[in-house]
């Protein structure tokens, strides 16, 4: 594969009829023709600007159409996608946008105000854009989105490599956030050889343009991320989406989550393929379907894909009931590495929930590198070789620990317990450290924790997670007060929002005398969860 995204748009974009959406943003819709002229200038107009290749671009927005347009034109361009968690406070915007080295960041005027505060400390960004939507700019020092889309819109005149990279952040074992690298070869490669068990897959650009004009006989794929892009998930549907020629449409309500909306705009734009995270999602649409039998048609769904956390059997029979015409399919698999397992579900069969087919590409062993016999019972960690990530942005020791070889082969190896069967199918048991994984998101409990020790009330603190039906794991404090002193739980939970991204924020916060700690400080996380289970009734 001696090519990348941009070149395969450069290839495709001429052949979409010209009345073939590529962005659809409720009633707002782009087509083909005027998206292929759009992010060309984009392109073009930042690599006048000195933007060379390589240079990072922070993507600071809810799901909307600019993402869309914003990827296209740094895989034209030969820049970097930094993704940008939205609920992150400043703190946490300017560890995310130094630590990446971001020259280009593009964002929503709605975070003007986190903008302005962040601009002075970031010198080394050497563009802000603001997406202005030809209204009046609220930070002066911006440069308006628009503007970068006018001019030169045919196509770029540049040879691209496959070495270019895409960074995608994600959590790291303290809380701060890790950049994984991603070569763009090695990551469609990844996406490819997981597709491969729906059948054969393109591995030329001449087979990829071969497939988008099937698609246009037949159809082109409209694929709406009901998930962030900001997150892999909805960022990897829309890249298949839009590199087969198709449509991502983003929800006209973006800062929370409408199922009625989501299945309206499915019907009303014919959707093919929708990406969610889970039960977080998948609940609230079953019971919208349950309340309202028949209202929506949604006989163009062909695929609901979710990845990131667990989509109970339960549920996703509930959901067939009523499009059971649809694939269900559950992606195992994580943003240092792609395509460990799936687990597919129609009306007519179905599979257990965590119950994964493995890829040829995977392995399981033990702590100390041994593999793991399948059948035998024994837990082990997911391990995914071929390819995979360069390793973690500036974190060489982080990288080291989570990208290992293993007798002359390199392996990702994310921290994924489960066990394997003989059959080769994965028990997926959970993320082996003590990570909290609520609605798709996240939240490493030391920085929480942190958070609330800096309250002065609260002498000592763990955070751990408990089953919840909403959000698949509820984040919940355990906090020991200073003596003689009184704090409430909303007042805590007040302070963690004033200093944390909201998903952060506790659900409940418990007061415990004593924390249990082991002589030389370490926390009892197992003795904490039982704990918390029991105060608040669920063991």
Same mark, same amino acid.
């Given at each position: 594969?001696?090519?990348q ?35 060309n ?8 600007m ?38 992150y ?17 593009v ?29 009046p ?8 989105y ?144 349950e ?5 929506y ?17 339960e ?30 579900? !129609?009306a007519?069969?179905?599979?257990q ?5 493995? @890829?040829?590409?995977? /392995? #399981? *062993?033990? %702590? ?17 070789a ?14 080291a ?5 293993i ?17 080769g !199918? ?11 994984? @609520?609605?798709?998101? /996240? #939240? *490493?409990? %030391? ?25 698949g ?8 007060l ?14 963690v ?43």
């Amino acid at each position: 594969m001696e090519w990348q995204h941009g070149d395969l748009i450069d290839a495709i974009a001429p052949l979409i009829p010209a009345d073939a959406p590529a962005t659809i943003h409720g009633d707002k819709i782009i087509y083909w023709p005027e998206f292929n002229r759009r992010t060309n200038a984009m392109a073009r107009n930042l690599i006048e600007m000195g933007i060379g290749p390589g240079a990072k671009v922070g993507f600071y927005m809810r799901n909307m159409p600019n993402y869309t347009e914003t990827l296209a034109a740094c895989f034209r361009a030969r820049l970097v996608h930094v993704n940008v968690n939205y609920r992150y406070q400043t703190d946490e915007l300017h560890y995310i946008f130094d630590n990446s080295d971001s020259e280009v960041v593009v964002y929503d005027p709605e975070f003007a105000d986190k903008i302005a505060e962040l601009q002075p400390r970031l010198p080394s960004v050497k563009a802000w854009v603001e997406i202005n939507n030809h209204a009046p700019l609220a930070n002066d020092f911006a440069i308006a989105y628009e503007s970068l889309t006018e001019g030169d819109g045919s196509n770029l005149d540049i040879k691209r490599s496959p070495d270019d990279m895409l960074f995608i952040y994600t959590g790291g074992t303290t809380g701060m956030p890790k950049g994984v690298m991603w070569r763009v070869q090695d990551l469609r490669q990844a996406q490819l050889d997981a597709a491969s068990v729906m059948g054969p897959q393109p591995m030329t650009l001449e087979e990829h343009i071969e497939r988008v004009k099937e698609f246009i006989e037949i159809g082109l794929p409209r694929a709406i991320p009901a998930c962030p892009l900001m997150h892999g998930t909805g960022l990897f549907s829309a890249m298949g989406a839009i590199i087969g020629g198709g449509a991502i449409a983003t929800l006209p309500t973006m800062n929370h989550f409408d199922p009625a909306e989501l299945l309206q705009q499915a019907e009303q734009h014919k959707i093919t393929a929708m990406a969610i995270v889970g039960d977080a999602f998948a609940k609230p649409m079953l019971q919208t379907l349950e309340e309202n039998p028949g209202k929506y048609d949604l006989s163009s769904l062909e695929t609901i894909t979710s990845s990131g956390t667990m989509w109970s059997r339960e549920v996703k029979q509930g959901i067939l009931k009523h499009i059971p015409e649809v694939t269900l399919s559950d992606s195992f698999g994580a943003s240092e590495a792609v395509g460990f397992g799936y687990s597919l579900t !129609t009306a007519e069969g179905e599979t257990q929930t965590a119950k994964f087919q493995v @890829t040829e590409f995977c /392995k #399981v *062993f033990s %702590e100390d590198d041994r593999e793991i016999e399948p059948g035998s019972g024994e837990k082990g960690f997911i391990a995914r070789a071929g390819c995979i990530p360069v390793g973690y942005y500036k974190d060489e020791k982080k990288t080291a620990e989570t990208f290992k070889t293993i007798d002359g082969v390199r392996y990702s190896i994310p921290g994924d317990w489960c066990t394997v069967e003989k059959d080769g !199918t994965l028990t997926l048991l959970g993320r082996g450290s003590v990570c909290i994984n @609520t609605a798709g998101e /996240k #939240v *490493f409990p %030391e920085e929480v924790e942190e958070t609330l020790k800096e309250h002065p009330a609260v002498q000592d603190a763990l955070v751990v997670g408990v089953p919840d039906d909403k959000w698949g794991n509820a984040v919940t404090g355990v906090v020991q007060l200073n003596a003689g002193v009184n704090a409430g739980e909303d007042e805590l939970r007040a302070h963690v929002r004033d200093n944390l991204a909201g998903y952060k924020v506790p659900k409940r916060i418990l007061m415990r005398d004593d924390l249990k700690r082991a002589p030389n400080g370490k926390a009892d996380y197992k003795g904490t969860t039982q704990f918390a289970l029991e105060s608040l009734g669920l063991a």
